[in-house]
T-cell receptor, first 112, second 113 residues
Framework: GESVGLHLPTLSVQEGDNSIINCAYS??????FIWYKQESGKGPQFIID?????DKRQGQRVTVLLNKTVKHLSLQIAATQPGDSAVYFC???????????FGKGNQVVVIP | KAGVTQTPRYLIKTRGQQVTLSCSPI?????VSWYQQTPGQGLQFLFE???????NKGNFPGRFSGRQFSNSRSEMNVSTLELGDSALYLC????????????FGPGTRLLVL
């Protein structure tokens, strides 16, 4: 991913295991949160989103959890596959506002 | 449906020059946002255009500008390039019907020498 480099937290996970990626967001006024995946040489790809009136949302093999009390967001990937190797970003904004604030990113490396 | 497209994909310029990058949003999307991505600063919001008007602006100097055309295509311009402008420039589009899911293009990699 394009943010690979300086001090990017890295999660190494065995193929088939579950992955959990965490994100602390900064703005208590944010009410819309998105997870993106970025593979090397590509733009960020939408994975899943959640609004602040929910604390959990599930997609295909992914679950996002939101804890507004501690301003924490997590992405769970079930049965991690080699194709899940990428940099994952959380992003926050206020509903109706298209200005996304991104976290620094987490590198996930899947070990076959 | 075709995704967001950006041209050119790669660009090399020298300091002091100016550059124009182009973005074609997903068909039917009316909002276009631009982001700069660098290893040091990560992804940072530049500006957003909707209905040919700049609706939101990030904390970048006036050398960074943009515009949107009636077909929602957008361009961004950087004048008087500096070495620090070397980055991946990403464009994202969204429907803007109350949904804020933004879909990104592949980016334009700009290298300033």
């Amino acid at each position: 991913g394009e943010s690979v480099g300086l001090h990017l937290p890295t999660l190494s996970v065995q193929e088939g295991d579950n992955s959990i990626i965490n994100c602390a967001y900064s703005n208590s006024a944010s009410d819309y949160f998105i997870w993106y995946k970025q593979e090397s040489g590509k733009g960020p790809q939408f994975i899943i989103d959640i609004r602040s009136n929910m604390d959990k949302r599930q997609g295909q093999r992914v679950t996002v959890l939101l804890n507004k009390t501690v301003k924490h967001l997590s992405l769970q990937i079930a049965a991690t596959q080699p194709g899940d190797s990428a940099v994952y970003f959380c992003a926050e904004t206020a509903y109706g506002n298209n200005r996304l604030a991104f976290g620094k990113g987490n590198q996930v490396v899947v070990i076959p | 449906k075709a995704g967001v497209t950006q041209t050119p994909r790669y660009l090399i310029k020298t300091r002091g020059q100016q550059v124009t990058l182009s973005c074609s949003p997903i068909s039917g999307h009316r909002s276009v946002s631009w982001y700069q991505q660098t290893p040091g600063q990560g992804l940072q919001f530049l500006f957003e255009y909707f209905s040919e008007t700049q609706r939101n602006k990030g904390n970048f100097p006036g050398r960074f500008s943009g515009r949107q055309f009636s077909n929602s295509r957008s361009e961004m311009n950087v004048s008087t390039l500096e070495l620090g402008d070397s980055a991946l420039y990403l464009c994202a589009s969204s429907l803007d019907t109350g949904q804020e899911t933004q879909y990104f293009g592949p980016g334009t990699r700009l290298l300033v020498l």
